[in-house]
DNA sequence: AGCTATTGTGCGTTATAACGCACGATGATA
DNA sequence: TATCATCGTGCGTTATAACGCACAATAGCT
């Protein structure tokens, strides 16, 4: 159980820290009744206690709320999936359009000093853009942003838009394009 | 005070997820009075039904703890921030879960020799792998499959699965959560 | 309009977190 | 040996977490 965690965590950090119930209650606010409750297990803290816990040893919550190690072991099993590339702006389909979720990925990639521009989609199309590595600027209502590897950004598709790279190196990027189901929905 | 932090963020991702009180004291086993109460920062709740909590919500602790970000309406610059599910994978937030598009996507890293085992989504969940940087093994029906890095794979999430890094390089992957539509669904 | 279902909040009751204090066990010192 | 200080645990008391239930407000349907 999860209060086993907090447990083990909690009277682990304090004995190598090398302090006495007494003087972790001195330093966190608790007193040393409740803390050797939370640490035998006897008792779940309150977020508030924790709080008062973490502050009074100056330590992350995740030192007491994370689980130890664990590996698991299994049969290895392999699968492979056909990729497909085309001119222009290379691109490939990583999920092809699916009726049911209503949205498409792909992955694309520019060349250093390429522009692609992209008319508008049907109304309601939303396009999120994931930039893997190197930079990307996207045009938006005349304006270019720019974005680096790592960061995302989620746009109206039904408007014109553009892709460019400006930087010496290649830029990869994934988009999803989410469609609307009817236009009923608008 | 740490009690604003979690009912704000607690708050705003049920909504996110468009669940009621009713619905979320159903999934989470925590009464939708005790619920309500956490999330008008009335109530310190312990570290038991806190974990039912995001047991329940299928999150990590992390989602309710860190203090919320800032999402820009036209331009999300999402924030490059690590969040650790345990000690064997990390991941941060490239789209937060949207109603409309209903989906959400992460991007993970896994250590060398690390392995994550997920529990089952609700029913009707579909999650898209995207091998980004290495190799990634995934579990599914007790058996293991290989990608490599471009490679990417769609499966049932409301099944348990798992993902696992046994090469000697990190793996980056990124995942797209699909979820139903509430009413189509129940 | 009336009726029903859903939603979030407040209230009284129960369970338990959190406390201060006492005490037995342990270790160090004279 | 005795004495003292420190340590962790148990206990009774108080505060509050957590609950089931009732209810007012709201939304949707006929």
Chains 1, 2 share one sequence.
Not at 33 to 41: P, V
Not at 42 to 63: C, N, Y
Not at 74 to 91: C, G, M, T, Y
Not at 134 to 154: H, M, Y
Request: net charge negative; glycine share 6%.
């Amino acid at each position: 159980m999860f209060n086993t965690i907090i447990a083990n965590n909690l009277k682990q950090f304090r004995n190598s820290r090398g302090w006495s119930l007494a003087r972790a209650a001195d330093e966190t606010g608790v007193s040393k009744a409740m803390l050797g409750q939370i640490e035998r297990g006897e008792s779940s803290p309150t977020m508030a206690t924790l709080w008062k816990i973490t502050q009074g040893f100056q330590i992350p919550m995740s030192v007491v709320l994370e689980p130890p190690r664990d590996n698991s072991q299994s049969v290895e099993h392999q699968s492979k999936k056909q990729l497909s590339f085309d001119e222009n702006i290379q691109f490939r389909v990583l999920f092809a359009f699916d009726p049911l979720l209503r949205c498409e990925m792909f992955a694309h990639q520019l060349a250093p000093g390429k522009t692609h521009l992209s008319s508008s989609h049907e109304r309601g199309v939303i396009e999120d853009i994931i930039v893997i590595e190197g930079a990307l600027e996207i045009k938006l209502t005349d304006q270019w942003q720019l974005l680096q590897a790592g960061e995302t950004l989620r746009f109206k598709a039904d408007q014109d838009h553009g892709y460019r790279n400006s930087s010496a190196e290649r830029t990869i990027f994934h988009n999803v394009i989410h469609y609307p189901k009817t236009i009923a929905d608008h």
